[in-house]
């Protein structure tokens, strides 16, 4: 059952995102997720952006609603869920758009060293102020607004990948394909971390409606943090199964 925390605080981060304060702490490691439930609305997985706080880009009904919430409002919170990120040694993490979030606890922990953040356009970038205390910071906009003009990808082959030894990521799974396959170039592939996202129902292992192929790996249970060696094949950055089980 979810526990129901009240609302404290909305900040808006971007046009596009905004952090929902409560009024408990959930004890996560970084890239665990919970399960968000919107009274009426929807059951969603969601990365902790701190102990007592989601932050969310409205991308959907569910969050849509979500975005229509203020202080006082109740929500439902289970978790923390999955594995998160295990960091060692000298730590890169690479966040696109809102997948900075799981990222941006593992920096706050003070397990980043560099840290590469994309967003579409200047106004978009999630936590970059924050980030820049607790770790070297490159900046890539889509648009060229701030920081390096182009994707994530350009921006790592600016720097020497094979210097580090864990590399974490989290976005859109084109961002992270393509963090892969500069890892797979260089043969560091197992020291990758890629944080995936599914379709989940029961968060706990048991539904199967978050399993990936043609691993079978459930993303809510053995993930949401998976090694580069293990996504390099598979659906990963060519499909995933909506509600229905289909292919989208
Ligand atoms: S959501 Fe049910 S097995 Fe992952």
Not at 77 to 92: A, E, M, T
Not at 113 to 122: G, H, P, V, Y
Not at 133 to 147: E, L, M
Not at 203 to 227: E, M
């Amino acid at each position: 059952m979810p526990e129901i925390v009240t609302i404290t605080t909305v900040v808006n981060e971007t046009p596009t995102v905004k952090t929902f304060v409560f009024d408990k702490l959930f004890a996560f490691r970084p890239g665990q997720f919970c399960m968000v439930w919107i009274p009426g609305v929807d059951e969603i997985p969601m990365a902790f952006s701190a102990a007592n706080s989601i932050t969310v880009m409205k991308v959907g009904d569910a969050t849509e609603a979500l975005f229509s919430l203020k202080a006082g409002d109740k929500l439902g919170i289970r978790g923390p869920f999955g594995n998160g990120f295990s960091p060692s040694g000298k730590v890169l993490a690479i966040g696109g758009g809102i997948g900075v979030t799981p990222l941006f606890t593992l920096a706050a922990s003070g397990e980043v060293d560099t840290f590469i953040l994309e967003a579409i356009t200047r106004e978009e970038l999630v936590f970059a102020d924050d980030l820049a205390k607790v770790s070297d910071i490159n900046i890539a906009t889509d648009d060229g607004t701030f920081g390096f003009h182009g994707f994530v990808t350009g921006s790592l082959d600016q720097i020497d990948v094979v210097s580090y030894d864990t590399i974490c990521g989290c976005g859109p799974e084109t961002m992270m394909q393509g963090i892969c396959d500069r890892l797979v170039a260089n043969g560091i592939e197992n020291r990758g971390q890629c944080s995936m996202h599914r379709d989940m129902q029961c968060a706990v292992g048991v539904c199967g409606s978050c399993c990936i192929d043609d691993h079978g790996l459930r993303v809510c249970k053995d993930g949401p943090v998976f090694t580069g060696d293990l996504i390099k094949t598979g659906e990963f950055a060519h499909y995933h199964r909506g509600p229905s089980g289909r292919k989208e």
